[in-house]
């Protein structure tokens, strides 16, 4: 319970009980004198009204301290790792605007921008050094900031024209090598091909990403991390000897678990999309932050305690609370529609003051993420704080959606 009103409407109130009390209403004559400097006939009256005055000053300094802040657990922002000649700006942008604006998970996109040193074979040609790592470990630990390192696992095994490193070096764990990456990537495209997956029946493939995940996690200083496993369009493909005729849900359950436990044994959590796990022909979101290639009864194979990011960037679609009534922790995500990530933190909050006691607690928060690089979301928000007029500028931005949101959020947790 709070104290709600300006500090003009409390002064009136704290006057009207003083007079009440002390009986002193300024009268000395006709008409009013408030602000009658008081003789000596008054004077005893005045010491008890500045005795009074100082007990309500100490009232009301105790009850403020009593009041609890409500906030969100989860106060994220999910963008590429830096690229290795950003990480020194990155760095003073964690501390000098992500820290101010209270994110405490940062998810960061390393794929293979990282020396692996379990896998050299599989670094990009420029990574981040461990030095580099401990940068960034160093001021997230300055802030209590929890990092969350991801590298995509199952699906996103290529991109547009391009093949991701782990298929380049091992083709065998390609769940549709009889699907050629084009010169000229378009989609659509005859080969419904969006992203590469790996196949998660190869009995090499776990070996090879399990070493990726357990090294990543341990330079990252970090008991989280992000497997991705979003828009996995290619997988209990018909020509795949291992998965062709099993069940998709099943298949997908079964990865999931398997990272799970590998995490779980060590102490450590899996974070990932939400997309493969809601039916988008039933609830009509559809193929890209749902599934519409049978994956989604996964909902009902997979360990509770996989924490759920659920991302919708064109509606705030209300899937949190399904993720919550299966007893899992979920996160709403945002990207750059300022009034959906501005909902999602209202609905958010919402969840939280009216569902059972049970399920309060599962809804956790926001995350904003970005889907371009570092460095051009840092320039991007640079240049909008800079701008004398805000509404001017171009607002289907990340980094809009970013003030907007932290913004509404600092507005409902105060207030
Ligand atoms: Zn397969």
Known sequence: MRFEGNGIVKSLIYAIIIVQITGWSGKSGPGLKICTLPNGKNMKKFKRIVLLLGMLFLFQSAYTQEIVKVDLPVRGFAIAAPQKTDVDRFVSFMDEVLAPRGVNVLILRVDYNYEFKSHPELRNKVTLSEGDVKKIVAVARKHGMKLVPQINLLGHQSWAGSLGNLLKVYPEFDETPQVQIPVDYKWPNEDGLYCKSYCPLHPGVHEVVFDLMDEIVEVFETDAFHAGMDEVFYIADDKCPRCSGRDAAELFAGEVSKIRNHLQVQGKKLWMWGDRLIDGKTTGIGMWEASMNNTYRAIDMIPKDVV??????????????????KGFDVISCAWKTPQVGVQQVKDMFRWREFQT???????????????????????????????????????????????????????????
């Open 357 to 415: 006691e049970a399920m309060k607690d599962r809804f956790q928060g926001v995350i904003l993420t970005v889907w371009s690089g570092a460095a051009g979301f840092i320039d991007g928000l640079e240049n909008y704080m800079a701008a004398e007029d805000k509404s001017k500028q171009e607002q289907s931005q990340p980094w809009v959606t970013f003030v907007q949101m932290f913004d509404t959020i600092d507005k409902i947790s105060t207030k």
């Open 308 to 325: 759920i990011c659920d991302w919708h960037y064109e509606r705030p679609d209300q899937t949190p609370v399904m993720f919550a009534m």
